[in-house]
């Protein structure tokens, strides 16, 4: 029933393939998030490091087909600095008849951490990131905290929902608090109370069981002897009943959430990222614009549906992730102008909302051969202030990075600078960072964009505005745009994003540049 659980959603993108060499241009950026000014280049080389880092990549500790020293060596070989590896947590799953869903019920597993070990997948990152210093190995997880089902199997309408909903999580080292977060398959998070004792129900067979097995008969002779062993099978056959009904019913806990409740919504995820968050990790949604969908002919019994829907509501339902994957090879919109991201962007700068929405790329990979992936088809690019996992996972929360998909494997768009400035140009920021102006203070914004092979390349530059394109160009890499937007912020917070795009040259989009007026406080 569940056997095209096995084509994870990953599996089913397909995209053109690509081979990226990395050549990154230090960004132009020259502040940091409290508004301290930093006045000449050579000062912001001192206080950032550009790191290429591949975001979601799986290891032969869940569902990808190469080692960790085979990711860090490829990862080497293509000039990647880091990867954010996001190995399955759990991919279990059951489905169980009504009335009887806890006796009657068939699972799946595949390959997760559930059956690697989670503590040996952490002890197995610190083992490879000695024998690799130069690549960064973060470890992560992909968790699907919940599915349901809907429909039935008489009803020949049978639905699973949701398991491909997908959240990355980062910044936990302690098995312990990995093996208990509350999501779908994670038996560690299971509680146990009233419907723990129904589950063991079937043991109670084994009385009568045994009863029947050893009553003696006042038959004597043959009858006695046929009788008995009709009572003996009889037993046998209670015992086996017994048996089968309880090992089925294992694990004989309470998961976090019902599976047959499809009134939820919401609900299990935000309690997974609050529970993330409370061991000190952080979350990302992941690629909520991608859609799961397959169909299990099953004769008689009709059709059963596996599916995932897009979610992009997901960002604006749930709170306290520190980001979401806003570039990856499907078709997307909610970064488009005025969209979802746009709208969660305008949120935060009022206060709103205190969690700043930061994009990263995602490339979902899980070896070379599925979908013709390389692995740095899609990068993120950091600034960072330590070449750490701290350090990335700070770049992240800011928003200090840009994401980048190449198109074709000789070349790849690159950002040589995006900055804003006000004034005489002393205050100078970047992506991530936030600028302190006056009312209706003018500001300068600059461009600049090329290619990996130096060559020339069509491109479309868009600039962003709190959700509207207040300015656009096209032309032909290497490209300088410069703008200057007179009026600057009209007393309320702010946002400049870039976009780049064009053709068979590839795509790149820009975490925001916050502006503040002066007196209404940084955002951040």
Known sequence: MIDLLTQQRAYTINSRSRHIRVIIAALACLSTITGQTIGTQAELAQNYVTLVAAVHVHSTASTGTLSLDAIATRAEQLGIDAVLLTENLSLRYEYGLYPLESFIRVSRSFHSLMDYGVNRYLNDVVEAQARHPRVI?????????????????????????????????????????????????????????????????????????????????????SAHACISRKKRIAGFGLATIAGFLTINAWPIGEPPFDPYDTTLRYTPYQAFIDSVTQSGGSTLWSMTEARDFHQLELGPLGTTTIKTDPHPDALMLTTGYMGFGGLYQEARHITQPNDIWDQLLK??????????????????????????????????????????????????????AYAVERYKKEFRLTLDDFHAAAGDGSQRVGPGETLLITRDSPISLHVSVSTTDNQGHPVTVRLIKSGEVMAHTTGVTPLRYDVLDPHGSSGTGETYRLEVSGGQTGELLTNPIYLVPNGQGVVG
């Open 137 to 221: 190995l973060i470890p992560g997880l992909e968790v699907a905290p919940y599915y349901y089902w809907s429909g039935s199997l008489p009803s020949g309408d049978l639905t699973m929902h949701d398991a491909q909903r997908n959240l990355l999580v980062f910044g936990l080292t302690n098995a312990e608090q990995i093996e208990t977060l509350p999501a779908a398959g994670n038996i560690a998070s299971y509680s146990y109370g009233p419907q723990t004792l129904i589950v063991l129900l079937p043991m109670l067979l084994a009385a009568p069981a045994l009863r029947v097995w050893r009553t003696k008969s006042d038959v004597v002779g």
């Open 347 to 400: 949120l935060y700068v009022s206060g709103q909302r205190k969690d700043r929405p930061a994009m990263v790329g995602e490339i979902a990979f899980h070896s070379s051969d599925h979908a013709s992936k390389e692995l740095d088809q899609v990068l993120t690019i950091f600034r960072v202030r330590e070449r750490s996992q701290a350090g990335i996972l700070n770049a992240i929360r800011q928003g200090r």
